[in-house]
């Protein structure tokens, strides 16, 4: 049975010890998702607090973080989402993310109802993906793909 969180300091407690856990046993998110034969940007996502796991990926995680069994089930709980606290953000990676919507956020809508008339693009039947692709001009990118279904608003 799928059980859910009403307070997410669980969760945020647990995504502080899995942090730990992963940078003392030098693993990679990447190490951590072929654990649970799931992408990487899902449990990294999941770990982080965000979602939650299947049993068998949530065993898997918390094995190869050297956490017990509660962790385990925790991570299967569906979490209260929602990590980044009202206002602006202040880490700087997360706030370019920000500054993109504010610079791009309207243009995006535009193009998306353009092409697909009035709705909203699903972050549930969602995939993300993060690549470093080299620059021509020196230096890398960064191309981050999402991936989500458009779901049309429908009038009642």
Do not use: C
Request: proline letters at 6%.
């Amino acid at each position: 049975m799928a059980h859910a969180q009403t307070d997410p300091q669980a969760r945020q407690e647990l995504a502080i010890a899995a942090v730990e856990a992963k940078g003392r046993k030098d693993l990679s998110w990447q190490e951590l998702a072929d654990a649970a034969g799931l992408s990487v940007a899902f449990v990294t996502a999941a770990v982080l607090g965000q979602h939650a796991l299947p049993a068998d990926a949530a065993r898997a995680v918390a094995g190869r973080l050297g956490l017990d069994d509660d962790a385990a089930l925790l991570l299967q709980t569906i979490p209260l989402r929602g990590s980044i606290p009202g206002g602006v953000p202040t880490d700087p990676t997360i706030y370019r993310f920000y500054e993109m919507l504010q610079v791009y956020g309207t243009t995006l809508k535009a193009l998306i109802h353009e092409q697909f008339g009035d709705g909203i693009i699903s972050a549930v039947n969602f995939k993300l993906d993060v690549q470093k692709v080299e620059d021509p001009e020196g230096g890398s990118r960064a191309v981050i793909t999402l991936d989500g279904k458009y779901l049309p608003t429908k009038p009642f």
